[in-house]
């Protein structure tokens, strides 16, 4: 297994991905001069894409996903998963950071857990919280109550959020 | 042969019962004392914090990242200052970087005393409890000292910390690391020479390499399961950078990789140790200088309202790695988006393998031993079920509805 | 003696018995919580604490849950206190012959054991909630495996006495008048010493202590038998308990250390009685202080196989090493 850098890794991505990448830099981490500096990858797909992606990162190393981020873009929901690769080596672990765009009128993305079993918690999360439609994930409540009524995504910011009333103490 | 007779039943543990220090639930299916079955419902807790923090600004969330939770509230606030600090770029002194991982490695050894404890009254051995918990008094003695507070330390500002280290407390820091380093071989001795400890431990409980790789599994859970895995030393950040910090493996001491309880008890008690040596090595090492790169709190405010941009902070955590996203908007106060992912959330799926082939017995410990931190993310949310109408119920209406209940009862 | 006197002193020695093994019970507890508590580092609760317990468990409301069977869950926790009570009637205290004495022995004192053990296992079964019912479960485990070695122990030792004299070899009085080590050469008494370890290693699976405390686990099964019993029923029971630990250690005692201290002393009469008697209850606490109190410190809970397993295999096996010891020294 060949260790490699941020910008090694985001090049290799870039050759295998090319226009597909919607976007793809790597930003250094800005906190003091401090040898050597952390740096990670970003990049942003397509959904179609996600899991092709995520297949060739695997080639690499068997990625380690801490949790997948939600934000609420408006008619857009922006789905970021954090990975990283090559633990165990000082210095060298790169972290990738893959966001994936959904929209709100067609929420569905295909589920990662036959490649990462671990991955089932942080999609029955977003699943529950923002309102995105795994696919083949079971469609049962994890930090909600059983009881949770339908349609309300505590996360949105739109009109499926909470509403006002049920919300105290917390503005 | 008789036609097989299903004989189980469930045995629900939790949200509330005595091997759970914080809610969780989960339901056996046992057959006997053998169990079958398993299934973890979270979110008793779930108090909406990273809700509550979108609606403020970053550095009121300091302190609300702050009471995540109450044993390893400094992992919260460092992760989420590091995510801020990454998103707006802001500095740090390199004498802030050192007194951070200081702070972070006192809490370590003062959250892995706790859990040493708790894991022996789930064993039954309360004796062993209460000695952990004697030598846990030490480091937070200490941490009060430094930080001037048991918990919650409040000392992570962006750009720096609140507090410096004085020689008296330097003074107070080398007195920890004399009391722990005399003190560590006898706890050793304790945990892990103990015939009836060992008996409980050693052989249960076990996740292996590939399931601990597959399930996300972080902290001292993936390493016991002999995954190389840790922040401070794959991805240095604030004094790790300088340090000498090498991932604990059991077989340190034990001389081979089972993934068992035995295993996480190895890991925690040898991270102890490996936590002294940290400091005493950070004290010698950390340099003259100002401990925050902007003391104003006002032209911090502004500073990160113009910043845009997304952040990212990890921390390894006494229980794993912490991991805190942070998105800024320009011209907005508030955050606009906040996601936590406390150690536990990654543990959480490691529970049912490890309960494969163990009995009602073992679940207190095997409960205990990814150390859970019960992730926390809602307020209270009752829904009236005759009615299907909804209502938040908090601490003032919950408090009027006991003393109602309470008159009812006097009544009768 | 007419037969009506008779009756009178047997009345009132019962009664003095039971409510004399109460207090004991109870205080003796108190002193194994502080001891506990120091040998821990803990300040611990005042010795009259468990007066207070039960105290307050009386006046608390006695909750029956909705699917218990009720007469049951009621009368259960009075079986367990009689039947524990019962057994200090058989016990000679010092000079003192035992309350009961001619119409029972070592073999009734088994069952009234088991009696007790029993009874908390119905008291949970028909409480109707899981963990009492893994609790019976586990309860019933651990009788079917310490009942083994515990009658091996008094067999053996009941069938060393019939060789000495002809009075009857299970009548407890008997064991005082004929001191075992007295009898024996070395390899007897290292027989003896055995059967005595025995002994000390069911006490506490007999009294559901720590490491055996299967049957109650608080982090594991959350009380277990007892999880639904609240108020009188649970005081019934806390009481039990606390007698239980007098009656086992007094049992350890009659068996094995029978000695009495006013002969060494010289002294005789009523003084000599007084004083046997006194002495008979330190000796009760040293066992107690040495076999629950020291034991249940130094130790984590053990698993019920693992329970099965060490009564079934090695400490039965111990118990008949002692016999054999025990024959060899007699043939010999």
Redesign the interface.
């Known amino acids: 297994m060949d260790v490699l850098s941020a910008d090694e890794l985001l090049e290799k991505i870039q050759q295998k991905f090319g226009e597909r990448l919607k976007e793809a830099e790597v930003k250094e981490r800005a906190m003091t001069d401090a040898p050597p500096p952390i740096r990670r990858v970003w990049v942003r797909v397509d959904r179609e894409d996600f899991r092709e992606l995520l297949k060739f990162l695997m080639e690499f190393d068997f990625p380690h996903l801490a949790v997948a981020s939600a934000a609420d873009m408006g008619d857009e929901i922006e789905l970021i998963y954090h990975i990283s690769l090559f633990q165990g080596k000082r210095f060298k672990e790169v972290y990738v950071n893959i966001k994936v765009r959904v929209p709100k009128s067609d929420p569905k993305i295909p589920t990662i857990t036959d490649l990462i079993p671990g991955a089932l918690s942080t999609e029955l999360e977003k699943q529950e919280m923002m309102g995105v439609d795994v696919v083949g994930i079971p469609k049962e409540k994890l930090f909600l109550p059983w009881d949770f009524p339908e349609g309300v995504y505590p996360w949105r910011r739109d009109e499926t959020g909470p509403k006002d009333d049920v919300v105290k103490y917390v503005r | 042969m008789a036609e097989h007779i299903n004989v189980s039943y469930n045995v629900p543990v939790g949200p509330i019962h005595p091997a759970l220090k914080e809610p969780v639930n989960l339901t056996f299916e046992v057959e006997g004392e053998r169990i079958v079955d398993v299934k973890v419902k979270p979110g008793w807790n779930h108090r909406g914090i990273e809700f509550m923090g979108m609606e403020r600004n970053p550095i009121q969330v300091i302190h609300l990242a702050e009471r995540i939770c109450g044993i390893c509230s400094f992992v919260h606030a460092i992760s989420f200052v590091q995510a801020v600090e990454e998103a707006a770029g802001i500095p740090v002194p390199e004498r802030a970087l050192y007194i951070r991982a200081i702070v972070g490695e006192m809490e370590r050894i003062h959250s892995h005393l706790l859990w040493a404890g708790v894991a022996a009254h789930e064993l039954g051995f309360d004796t062993l409890l209460h000695y952990s918990w004697q030598l846990r008094e030490k480091v937070m003695d200490v941490l009060e000292i430094v930080t001037g507070n048991r918990v919650n330390y409040g000392m992570m500002v962006f750009g720096g910390v609140r507090r410096d280290i004085t020689p008296e407390r330097e003074k107070a820091l080398f007195d920890m690391i004399n009391y722990y380093r005399r003190n560590s071989d006898r706890l050793k001795e304790l945990f892990l020479e103990d015939p009836t400890v060992k008996l409980r431990t050693r052989g249960y409980g076990i996740l292996t390499y590939d399931e601990a790789l597959k399930l996300c599994a972080v902290g001292p859970t993936a390493r016991a399961s002999g995954l190389a895995i840790d922040v401070r030393h794959d991805e240095p950040y604030a004094g790790y950078k300088y340090l000498n910090v090498e991932p604990i493996l059991p077989d340190a001491y034990t001389g081979e990789v089972i993934g068992d309880l035995y295993d996480r008890f190895v890991v925690r008690l040898l991270e102890v140790d490996q936590s002294v040596d940290i400091i005493e090595e950070a004290l010698e090492k950390i340099p003259e200088g100002e401990i925050t790169s902007e003391p104003k709190l006002p032209k911090l405010m502004v500073t990160l309202k113009k910043a845009e941009g997304d952040g990212f902070g990890r921390h390894e955590a006494p229980r794993g790695e912490v991991v805190h996203f942070v998105r800024l908007k320009a011209g907005k106060d508030n955050l606009d988006s906040w996601k936590v992912r406390a150690s536990t959330y990654g543990n959480l799926m490691t529970w049912p393998p490890m309960f494969k082939d163990t009995q009602i017995a073992d679940i207190p410990i095997v409960v205990a031993s990814i150390d859970p931190c019960i992730g926390c993310m809602d307020r209270v949310t009752v829904v009236n079920r005759r009615t299907k109408t909804e209502n938040v119920l908090v601490y003032d209406d919950l408090h009027r509805l006991s003393v109602e209940k309470t008159r009812r009862l006097q009544r009768k | 003696m007419n037969v009506a006197l008779l009756i009178v002193v047997k009345v009132l020695g019962v009664i003095g018995v039971a409510f004399l093994s109460v207090f004991v019970g109870l205080l003796y507890k108190g002193i194994d919580r502080k001891l506990a508590a120091h040998?821990?580092?803990?300040v611990g609760p005042p010795i009259l604490q468990p007066f207070w317990d039960v105290g307050k468990l009386l006046q608390k409301e006695n909750i029956v849950p909705d699917n218990a069977v009720v007469w049951l869950f009621n009368t259960v926790p009075f079986f367990a206190l009689i039947s524990t009570i019962t057994i200090m009637m058989y016990i000679p205290m010092g000079g003192l012959p035992p309350v009961l004495f001619g119409s029972g022995d070592v073999i009734v004192i088994v069952y009234l054991l088991t009696i007790a053990g029993i009874s908390m296992v119905i008291g949970g079964s028909s409480s109707g909630s899981?963990?009492a019912?893994?609790g019976a479960?586990?309860e019933m485990v651990t009788m079917i495996s310490y009942e083994l070695p515990l009658v091996m122990v008094v067999i053996s030792l009941a069938w060393r006495i019939s060789k000495l004299t002809n009075l009857p070899a299970f009548s407890l009085l008997t064991f005082t008048q004929y001191p075992l080590w007295s009898y024996t050469g070395i390899l007897g008494g290292l027989g003896l010493l055995i059967l005595l370890i025995v002994l000390l290693m069911v006490t506490p699976a007999e009294l559901s202590k720590?490491?055996m405390?299967?049957p109650e686990?608080?982090?594991?099964?959350?009380?277990g038998l007892l999880v639904e019993y609240s108020g009188r029923n649970l005081a019934l029971f806390y009481i039990a308990d606390a007698v239980k630990v007098v009656v086992m250690s007094s049992l350890i005692v009659v068996l094995f250390f029978p000695y009495e201290i006013s002969g060494v002393l010289g002294i005789s009469g009523g003084v000599a009685y007084v004083l046997d008697f006194l002495f008979f209850w330190v000796k009760v606490l040293g066992i107690m202080i040495l076999d629950v109190t020291s034991i249940r410190?130094?130790?984590?809970?053990?698993?019920?196989?693992?329970v099965a397993t060490a009564y079934w295999m090695p400490v039965f096996f111990l118990s008949l090493v002692g016999l054999g010891l025990l024959a060899v020294d007699m043939a010999l």
């Open positions: 040998m821990q580092g803990r899981p963990y019912a893994v479960q586990r720590l490491p405390d299967l686990a608080e982090t594991e099964i959350a009380g410190v130094a130790a984590a809970r053990f698993k019920i196989n693992q």
